[in-house]
């Protein structure tokens, strides 16, 4: 979903029993690392897992790297400051579960199994025939990558500096490096398996504390009784955010959703995709289970300020810590803040990942060269981008922020159109993909740095990547539609029948 990005420290969490917790959650994922590291010998092992994961696998890490540390901390935040309308940002997740398994999903299996693709942008390279379509998306992957990353590097340094102590810097780099030590190593096998072992604990986690919002508010009825005495709108409709606002937040992240890699590419990893009717179900039931965090802690802590049970926040952010270190035992307290960093990390691996991917596989193919040592070569590649994340991220928050921002909309704009549309309309055409692509990556790289700068900004609840992907979208249907006679509307036999599927 969206980068966690926090701002403001969060409250010290040097209790002698999180730090034990989290002692023993990263022993865990340095065995997994160490295990998965002697099952990576090949580039393909190292990129897609060698295509060997089964369905239960598969739903819990599309979970992780979907959820990230923001349905734990940010989003409890936003329910708390903006009411019911921040639940626009996760009410479309069960309608993207089930268009992602029946747009893309078996396509892209079908995909690796004829041509042996291991990347998204692969997959648009063959899908038009082009390396400069593979190109353009490799190097929109890459920048959005890096800022996504420094994003959940910051957010996972303040979270490491809370638990032990050591400051923001040390934070960063000690996240940095324990991600780094089992991703450099094991690649997406051994992200895999530790997003199986966080994606179970997030949903755990999210179930207890939300036994405890219960408490704490009494009771759904009592938590809503409160509320609407002090507050009537928070329950509306939109909540604060106006109709506008959290329609667009549906849209981009129901839409845009279909063009995050980091969840896009791990389609190609499934043993059987045979199986693929139970993903919606799974994952729809995972997600679910993650977000009654979200709501039950944003609306719980609404009610105990109501009540003068608790203090106004001065951050959001702090709604999910204030809430564990007061109202739950200290145990559970401990397990969701190691889920916390857990769910980050995850997705952490995942960038590294696919941003290793663009710089061994993809920029050579779009050059018409080859890496000769790939698997070597990605992890060097690994090591390269997630040292660089890390500066940015310990350099200027500010500047991660707006990184993040930027990555997400940068994915959307940039593959849903050429990649989950193309693999389902036949009258998408080369040039169609290349000045979609373009476009995307354009609009939301011009108009974010306008707004960032502040040149410019557009009217309340406009979004640039709403904007971006709206424009990307029209553009890949207008130029296709010109260019439907053309050499570029041809598609491969073998394209053309994985697209039938």
């Not at 295509?51 to 890490?61: D, K, R, V, Y």
């Not at 025939?129 to 800022?147: D, K, M």
């Not at 979270?159 to 102590?165: C, L, T």
């Not at 940015?392 to 500047?399: D, F, R």
């Amino acid at each position: 979903m969206i980068a966690l990005a926090l701002q403001a420290e969060l409250p010290p969490l040097t209790q002698p029993t999180i730090v034990a917790v989290a002692v023993v959650y990263f022993v865990i994922v340095a065995i997994i690392g160490a295990w998965a590291t002697k099952r990576t010998r090949t580039a393909r092992d190292f990129f897609v897992a060698g295509s060997g994961i089964g369905l239960i696998a598969l739903t819990l890490t599309s979970m992780s790297a979907t959820l990230s540390g923001f349905a734990f901390i940010g989003g409890p935040g936003l329910v708390y400051a903006l009411g019911i309308g921040a639940m626009f940002i996760l009410l479309p997740a069960a309608l993207t579960s089930s268009m992602t398994a029946w747009v893309l999903a078996k396509r892209m299996r079908v995909l690796a199994e004829i041509r042996g693709l291991i990347t998204v942008p692969d997959a648009i390279g063959a899908r038009y025939r082009s390396r400069l379509a593979q190109g353009l998306s490799g190097v929109s992957i890459l920048i959005a990558v890096i800022g996504y990353m420094a994003t959940n590097i910051l957010a996972l340094g303040l979270v490491i500096d809370a638990i032990f102590g050591v400051g923001l810097g040390w934070g960063i780099w000690l996240g940095m490096g324990i991600t780094l030590a089992y991703a450099a190593a094991g690649g997406i096998v051994a992200g895999i398996y530790t997003d199986v072992f966080q994606g179970a604990l997030m949903a755990v986690a999210s179930v207890l504390v939300f036994v405890f919002t219960l408490q704490a508010g009494g009771g759904l009825e009592g938590i809503s009784l409160t509320i609407l005495a002090v507050d009537p709108e928070f329950f509306g409709p939109w909540g604060h955010m106006g109709p506008m606002a959290a329609l667009s937040f549906f849209f981009v992240f129901g839409l845009g959703s279909l063009g995050q890699p980091h969840v896009v590419h791990k389609f190609y990893m499934l043993r059987d995709p045979r199986r693929l009717k139970w993903y919606p179900m799974l994952t729809t039931g995972a997600l679910i289970l993650a977000m009654l965090l979200y709501f039950g802690v944003g609306v719980a802590v609404k009610a105990l300020v109501a009540e003068g049970e608790m203090a106004a926040l001065a951050n959001p952010d702090q709604a999910t810590p204030l809430f564990l270190l007061h109202y739950t035992p200290v145990f559970l307290a401990a397990l969701v803040f190691s889920s916390v960093a857990a769910a980050i990390m995850s997705t952490v691996n995942s960038f590294m990942n696919i941003g290793a991917a663009v710089i061994t596989h993809d920029l050579p193919v779009a050059f018409g060269t080859k890496v000769r040592d790939e698997l070597l070569w990605g992890r060097i590649s690994t090591i390269l981008i997630s040292v660089t994340a890390a500066a940015m991220a310990h350099v200027s928050g500010a500047l991660v922020a707006f990184l993040g921002i930027f990555g997400w909309g940068l994915f959307a704009s940039t593959l849903v159109p050429a990649l989950a549309i193309g693999l389902n309309w036949k009258g998408a055409t080369r040039e169609g993909a290349i000045a979609s692509i373009s476009t995307g990556l354009g609009v939301t790289l011009v108009f974010e740095v306008l707004a960032y700068f502040g040149f410019y900004t557009f009217p309340t609840a406009v979004t640039i990547s709403g904007l971006s992907l709206v424009l990307s979208i029209l553009v890949f249907f207008g130029v296709s539609r010109l260019t439907r006679k053309g050499p570029g509307a041809e598609i491969d036999p073998d394209i053309k029948l994985a697209m039938e599927v």
